[in-house]
């Protein structure tokens, strides 16, 4: 893991603990936090603020969001979405305001975020690298690109990135414990058999068994 901003991020204690966290930022270091569970809407806000703002040093965060589908900023809901399935079971469809593609997202999701100051094009890159190496480290041999982390045709980790002026924002999702047909009942047909859902999308953990 030799890019630029994961040479400078200090990972504060074990995730398991669930708190929020933040290593001191004199030396210019990377502020790291923990996250457990939060209100969905609040955690978008916190992606959609951050690039605009332009973080005075890099911040990572790890954090997890309570049932819900999250659509990328030019996605329309009718064509990405199952709303029948969603409104039927009380699960939220909201929109985020980096690209990439529809997830759905639970506790047995794990999201990984990363924001820098000015626009940084590479960003997205070094958070699926980082991605990459924690599935390496099961035994695992994932390839990271554009799309996403693969480990074979089966993709585990998506990614998304906004970038601006003043900031940048790069995101990864990682299916820790959430089926894979959880993840595709509240999203449309269209996406059976693609990589949003169905049969390519797994957990790590599965595949290393």
């Known amino acids: 893991m030799a890019g630029r901003y994961q040479r400078r991020c200090k990972t504060p204690g074990r995730p398991g603990r669930h708190r929020s966290r933040r290593t001191g930022s004199g030396d210019?270091?990377?502020r790291?936090?923990?996250r457990g569970t939060g209100d969905q809407a609040a955690n978008l806000r916190w992606k959609r603020r951050w690039p605009r703002a332009g973080p005075r040093t890099p911040v990572l965060r790890v954090?997890?969001?309570?049932?819900?589908?999250?659509?990328?900023?030019?996605q329309r809901p009718a064509r990405e979405v199952n709303l029948a399935a969603c409104a039927a079971s009380g699960v939220p469809v909201l929109r985020r305001a980096s690209g990439g593609g529809t997830v759905y997202q639970d506790l047995g999701n794990l999201n990984i975020s990363m924001a820098v100051p000015g626009r940084a094009p590479g960003l997205a890159a070094e958070v699926a690298a980082l991605v990459a190496a924690v599935i390496?480290?099961?035994?695992?041999?994932?390839?990271a690109g554009e799309r996403g982390v693969f480990v074979g045709p089966a993709k585990v980790s998506?990614?998304?990135s906004q970038l601006t002026r003043d900031g940048s924002l790069a995101h990864a999702t990682l299916l820790v414990t959430t089926p894979?047909?959880?993840v595709g009942a509240f999203l449309t047909h269209r996406h059976v058999g693609g990589a949003s859902s169905g049969r390519f999308a797994a957990q790590p953990g599965d595949l290393a068994a």
């Open 136 to 143: 390496a480290g099961l035994g695992l041999a994932p390839g």
């Open 63 to 74: 954090w997890q969001n309570a049932s819900c589908v999250v659509i990328g900023r030019a």
């Open 32 to 34: 790291s936090r923990w």
């Open 158 to 160: 998506g990614l998304a």
């Open 28 to 30: 210019g270091s990377a």
């Open 180 to 182: 894979a047909a959880r």
